[in-house]
Nanobody
């Protein structure tokens, strides 16, 4: 089993910054893609950013130029640096990891963290 634990959420004023981190632990052979998603009240969960093991990144249009995703493969950790935060960024942020099952397959299982609240005041 694999556990993901997020850190770094909180309350910040508009224009401020926060850094989220998410550490994976447990029975891990290799983590391939990692990502951050968010869910605001009354809305569906949406993709914020993803990063491959090799460091290729993908961002939702609404965070381009403001957020930066990174990872430390040795620590099985993914980060999200959030800058120029807006009230509409308020949501619960979840990290996700695609954990490869073993050396015999590229297939993986998707795991989620419990979420961390980010609140941006105007």
């Amino acid at each position: 089993q694999v556990q993901l634990v997020e850190f770094g959420g909180g309350l910040v004023q508009a224009g401020g910054s926060l850094r989220l981190s998410c550490a994976a632990s447990g029975n891990i052979f290799r983590i391939n893609d990692m990502g951050w998603y968010r869910q605001a009240p009354g809305k569906q969960r949406e993709l914020v950013a993803t990063i491959t093991r090799g460091g290729n990144t993908n961002y939702a249009d609404f965070v381009k130029g403001r957020f930066a995703i990174s990872r430390d493969n040795a620590k099985n950790t993914v980060y999200l640096q959030m800058s120029s935060l807006k009230p509409e960024d308020t949501a619960v942020y979840y990290c996700n990891a695609d954990v490869q099952r073993g050396s015999w397959t590229w297939e993986g299982d998707s795991y989620w963290g419990q979420g961390t609240q980010v609140t941006v005041s105007s």
